[in-house]
């Protein structure tokens, strides 16, 4: 390769390596520690949410990856519910793949943490339930340390929006669930009861025949 075929190649070797450098300073000033939550207000009080928060058969049911993909391979060990509980799945979809969760404390009936694994992005989790108004807050919560790993980094920056979208739509199904499953109940109007039978009319007097005179 002649000197004129060498320029451009170091030029372009050159440009990546200046590339690197950037994203690794930039990376360097991004956090070590990144945290997404998202929120709903349900019409349902406290005792009514916690069951789907720490029974893992229940989130099951609402988990975001769920809703995309109605064929997802579910599995159970550990605690029935609560502390030490734990669900994996598996998804044939690359957006979805295989993820877990375990419990690692749970405070009825306001909160459970979790560890999770959604896909390799490890880190934790929790649901945190308040009062507001005449329902109840549910704020779904993850946190990741990419520490000193400079491509963590940069993951974490598009956490917000990847996790967080996911989070929302899992928040959205565990409202319409709750929520569903107490209609009835709150539905119910009293039937108006049936007014008392008309009493029966009396009978007119039957008139008598005056004999003729």
Sequence with gaps: MGEAGVRPLLRLVLGVVALFAILAAVAVTLPQQVHVARSVVINAPEGAIFPYLNDLHKTAVW???????????VGYSGAEKGEGAHVEWYSEE?????GSMDITKS???QRVDYNVDYGGLEGTSYLLVTPSGSGSKVTWGFGYEPGNNLFKRWKGLMLDRLVGTDYQAGLAALKHIVERERAPEDSVTPTPAAPPPAAPAEAAPAEQDVPKQ
């Design 94 to 98: 690359p957006s979805i793949g295989a």
């Design 63 to 73: 988990l975001p990856w769920a809703q995309r993909d109605r064929d997802l391979s």
């Design 107 to 109: 405070e009825a009936p």
